[in-house]
Structures are given as structure tokens and as C-alpha cells.
């Protein structure tokens, strides 16, 4: 069980905050995936969009790992009305029983493969089949997936942009950004999270991906700049209803679509400028249906993986009950 968490525990979270606790129950072979409010961006991440989608993401990578190990994850969605940081229970029920939880399980060695890459990707356009797929993973969690092309591209850029540039001037994002970051290994920050600064990618010189800069405009030795894609390859996911529930479905998604993207041999990583803003977010949608809400832009690429960011340890985030 304390394995199973682990893997969990590789999934992503805005500023690597790992917003997530697990209950183990022995006797009815059940996990519950709770909200740890200890761990949130109090200026970011002011209605906890982005802690219900880590814990999402940490949910689908519960349900790949029990799927690997044979187990069928049945798995509930705020299963007490009454406690809101119980997001979801997963029980153990028996052995794999349709072809989804296959499809689970091959994506596995994905799992602890996929890192935030946050270096410069090549031009090359990522092939109509491979889109297909991404576009089923997020499918098979109830959530859309539209690649950004034309105008709606440009609109997506221009708002990453405009979000950058007040982030770097808003004092509570200065101090959420400030919080979880370490500039050197000397900084007196848990070394099990966070984002350390190899982490960090090469400073934007040129190009169009708006990258977002954990340094915020600090000194950091060594650290080099680098031209981006001039035409970077976002894809969108959304959800028709803007509710929790509906935070966790895309927070699922986002891991399968990111676990498949990596086992496609594609990077990734985030653009979360624009969500952090309610003024930005909304003209993101799909400018085709002119609905939904998207609630993740990530951009996908062929370039290096990124390093591996700290976790915390099992021990920390795990308790085993009867």
C-alpha cells in the first residue's frame, strides 16, 4: 500500500505544493484521497482549483498503480458531503474487470517517467494520430481536449502573457512563488518539495511559449537562456460545469492525457498564468462552442524531459488504519 502511494505521489501540483494526504483502511481494503489545506497558494490558487487538481492527478496515478498491480480501483468522487477535504475513495474491489483499467495499467511505467520539462521543444508538429489519443484519454475522464490553432492560439498566448506580467508585479503571487521555490540547495526549504532550481528551465530569450519564470526575476548562478517554440502546441482541457467535482475529473484527465503524452515520447509542461486570473480564464474557453471551462493548458512538445522534482516521504503523507 505505502507503494501505491508513492506513485501517487509523483503526480503534478501547481508549485509542487503536494496539496495530498491517503488513508489507508486494512480491514476494507479502501483508500481515501483527502485535501491537505496546509499545503495551499493562498494568492494563486485563491478557490483551490489548482489543489483539487493535483489531487485529481494524484488519484489517476492511484488507479494506474492499483490497476498494475491487478487490483480494480472502484472509485468514488466526494463520497461525504459533509467533510470537504475527502475527495475520493478508492476501494481495492477484486481484479481488473473491463478494458479501461487495462488501458490503466499499461500506463504505468509512465508514471514515474513523466516530468515537468520546462526547456525549449523542437517545431516539429506532434502527428494527427498522436492528438487522436491524447484526445481519448481525456475523453475516458468525461473532459475535453482541443488543441489551440489560428486566432484562439494567438488569444491563449497573448493571456499567458498578460498573466505573466501581473504576476511578476502582484505581491501575493510574488509571495506564493517566493514561498515554494529554492534558488540553491542551501535554501532552508524541505528538500522534498518545492521547485529547486534545476528544475527551473532556461530563462526566456526568444520564441513565443510563454514559460513561466520560478526564478520571478532572482539571480540564480549558472542558469542559461534559451529560444523557444515560436509556435507552441497547447492543448486545452475542459469540463461544461465548473464545479469541484468537475475540478477532480480534470485533474484526472490532465494525469491520463500527461501519462500518455509521455509514453507517445512527448514532454510537457504547464501554462497556469491565465487560470490564476478569473478576468483571463474565462476568454480561454473553446472559441468554437463558446462554453465550457477550461481548467488546464498544457503544452506538449518533442524536447528533453524535465528532472525529477522532490516528493515528500511516503511516511509524511500516508496513514494506515485498521
Request: glycine share 8%; net charge negative; charged share 25%.
Amino acid at each position: 500500500m505505502a507503494d501505491l502511494v508513492r506513485d501517487a505521489a509523483a503526480a503534478p501540483s501547481m508549485h509542487n505544493a503536494q496539496p495530498w494526504r491517503f488513508r489507508y483502511f486494512r480491514r476494507d481494503r479502501l483508500f481515501q484521497v483527502i485535501a491537505d489545506l496546509t499545503r495551499t497558494l493562498p494568492h494563486s490558487d485563491a478557490d483551490l482549483r489548482a489543489l483539487h487538481l493535483g489531487c485529481g492527478a494524484a488519484l489517476m496515478n492511484l488507479r494506474v498503480a492499483a490497476a498494475h498491480t491487478g487490483r480494480r480501483p472502484a472509485t468514488r468522487l466526494l463520497p461525504e458531503p459533509d467533510d470537504p477535504t475527502l475527495l475520493a475513495a478508492v476501494s481495492l474491489a477484486g481484479p481488473l474487470g473491463d478494458e479501461d483499467e487495462d488501458d490503466l495499467a499499461a500506463l504505468y511505467p509512465a508514471v514515474h517517467a513523466r516530468h515537468t520539462s520546462r526547456s525549449p521543444f523542437a517545431e516539429t508538429e506532434i502527428p494527427e494520430p498522436v492528438r487522436a489519443t491524447l484526445r481519448e484519454a481525456a475523453g475516458a475522464e468525461g473532459v475535453s481536449l482541443s488543441f489551440a490553432s489560428g486566432w484562439h492560439l494567438r488569444t491563449v498566448l497573448d493571456l499567458a502573457l498578460e498573466a505573466e506580467a501581473r504576476n511578476l508585479t502582484d505581491r501575493g503571487s510574488v509571495e506564493d512563488l517566493t514561498h515554494w521555490t529554492r534558488l540553491s540547495a542551501e535554501t532552508p526549504r524541505s528538500a522534498g518539495e518545492g521547485v529547486p532550481p534545476d528544475a527551473f528551465g532556461p530563462r526566456r530569450r526568444g520564441g513565443k511559449a510563454p514559460v513561466r519564470d520560478f526564478a520571478g526575476g532572482r539571480p540564480v548562478p549558472g542558469r542559461e537562456s534559451a529560444d523557444f517554440e515560436s509556435t507552441p502546441q497547447l492543448a486545452l482541457l475542459a469540463t461544461p460545469g465548473d464545479e469541484v467535482a468537475d475540478w477532480l475529473r480534470a485533474g484526472q484527465a490532465m494525469e491520463r492525457v500527461l501519462l500518455t503524452a509521455t509514453r507517445e515520447g512527448l514532454s510537457s509542461s504547464f501554462l497556469t498564468q491565465a487560470l490564476e486570473w478569473p478576468d483571463l480564464r474565462w476568454p480561454l474557453r473553446d472559441p468554437v462552442s463558446g462554453a465550457g471551462h477550461v481548467h488546464m493548458v498544457l503544452r506538449l512538445g518533442y524536447g528533453p524531459p524535465g528532472p525529477r522534482t522532490p516528493r515528500r516521504p511516503t511516511r509524511h503523507i500516508l496513514d494506515i488504519l485498521p
